[in-house]
């Protein structure tokens, strides 16, 4: 291994923009928790419906000079997609007394995954497939970068900027903020909370299909390729805190920071593995992880 | 005479084999405020809480101003004009005061907007004493004051005609109390809006409600103003022990 400032830079970097990619994720689980208080297993499904998406913009209908607005497409698919499943999968486990309603509404989203896979199979097959993309190298002093790698980092940031400006400046967003904190008390406020659910599910998992579109031109298009950032999502979590929206960014940050500097200095088949190692240095050191609270609420 | 604002007819709810709530019949008019007293156990709170979704019916009818409300979910009760506190402040926490005040506003879709929104919060700040405090957190205000925050919220609805508050005096200082009060009368002056208020503190009940219901044992054994019911034999027993009525 050979130690020089530019290698430093570049991993840095790099490290830095796809960690923005993974905290898209980890703020839509940790989003969809904090309202629809359900762990959302299926999120890297939502990930893969919006890669398809993209490739199937780029590839057959849009080419690649409109990447921009086939990521357009695909969020506003996946944010469909989940507006139309939420109510009919999720809404009926809270809508209904009965007992252990988050861990059936869980396991829903466990049968959810499987369909979702199995319909990818279905309609495309095991194969991969990328989109094309005609972005050019962009040179950050003299380092360079892969054009969609940028692309997606910026398109990342801008998201996280939309979902900021929503969630801070618009009345929905204030009746979201209102139901994570207090389901009932927002109820006597007029709201109908199960309408927010949906629409907490469909913007969580918009994020992902963000995501996935981003991604598609660098980490491919198959029916499990929301597997890994799904896990990476889980492991944000577990370092920011379960619904925190500061833990997943700096989680996501501090994830991609992570992997990318240990597989440059110290072994690259190991990636993996480095994410892991933060992750249990944080649960021994913050079982709550970085930015969690430290009882749950009812 | 107008016709009723709240008819409430054999509202019933049981839970198992006690029955919480036997064929409660209540009526209100537009602009009334009713006390609703009894002691502890009576089946006040079910009562408030059958009257606004929070829990279902197991038999009986709700209507407001002639529209009916049975079983309809918390939120569309609320937006019919039928706004309850609870007896814990339920406030959110991490918002503003301020935003806490818009939240119901703006979960009705007022025609007037925002700005109409900001003056009415305004005003209830002022009136509520909490002008000082509308840019921060909700967390940082005191019990009294998380009432006064979670009953202006209520006051915040365009639409509301009935509010239903339960024990709103109990634990709060005397200052909070009389700001309560005031807020109170304010509203019940100016919007002709109507109360029902649950509650132990009878001085209050005596200034604000010039008729009050009794509830004994989950039904109303008694109606009239205060003096008149506390003269009942049914209720001075049920007040001072001795086996019920």
Known sequence: ?298 | MAGPLLEAEGVTKRYGGLVANDAVTMTLVPGEVRGLIGPNGAGKTTFVNLLTGFEALDAGRISLAGSDLTGLPANQIAARGLVRTFQVARVFANMSVRENLLLPFLAAGSPGGVLEGQARARELLATGTLEHLAEEPASVLSGGQRMLLQACAGFMIPSARLYVLDEPFAGINPVVKDTLIELIERENRSDGRAFLIVSHEMAIVRRLCPRVSVMIQGRVAAEGTLDEVARRPEVVQAYLGGAAA
Request: a positive charge; charged letters at 10%.
């Open chain 1, 1 to 298: 291994m050979i130690f020089s400032a530019e290698l430093l830079v570049q991993t840095v970097l790099s490290g830095l923009m796809v960690g923005v990619l993974y905290a898209l994720m980890a703020l839509g689980i940790t989003f969809i928790y904090s309202i629809v208080k359900t762990i959302n297993w299926a999120m890297g499904e939502f990930y893969m419906i919006g890669s398809y998406i993209q490739f199937v913009a780029v590839h057959h209908l849009l080419g690649a000079r409109w990447w921009w607005l086939a990521a357009l497409i695909s969020t506003a698919g996946t944010f469909l997609v989940g507006l139309i499943l939420e109510p009919i999968l999720i809404k009926p486990m809270y809508a209904r007394p009965m007992q252990r309603r988050d861990d059936y509404a869980t396991v829903v989203t466990i049968a959810l995954l499987l369909l979702l896979r199995s319909l990818a199979v279905a309609l495309g097959g095991p194969n991969q497939y990328r989109p094309e993309s005609d972005l050019p190298v962009v040179w950050i002093g003299p380092l360079p970068q892969e054009g969609a790698r940028v692309a997606a980092f910026v398109c990342a940031l801008l998201a996280l900027a939309t979902f900021w400006i929503v969630i801070k400046k618009t009345w929905v967003g204030l009746a979201l903020r209102a139901a994570a904190q207090n389901r009932v008390a927002v109820q006597t406020s007029g709201v109908d909370v199960y309408r927010l659910d949906a629409i907490a599910f469909a913007i969580g998992v918009a994020l992902a299909g963000l995501a996935g579109a981003l991604l598609a031109p660098l980490f491919m298009v198959f029916p499990t390729n929301g597997a890994v950032t799904t896990v990476k999502g889980f492991e944000i979590i577990v370092i920011g805190g379960l619904g925190s929206i500061p833990g997943a960014l700096v989680g996501g940050l501090l994830l991609g920071l992570v992997e990318s500097l240990g597989a440059a200095f110290i072994s690259s088949p190991y990636q993996n593995v480095y994410g892991f190692l933060l992750v249990i240095l944080v649960l021994i050191i913050r079982p709550n992880g970085l930015f969690g609270e430290r009882g749950r609420e009812t």
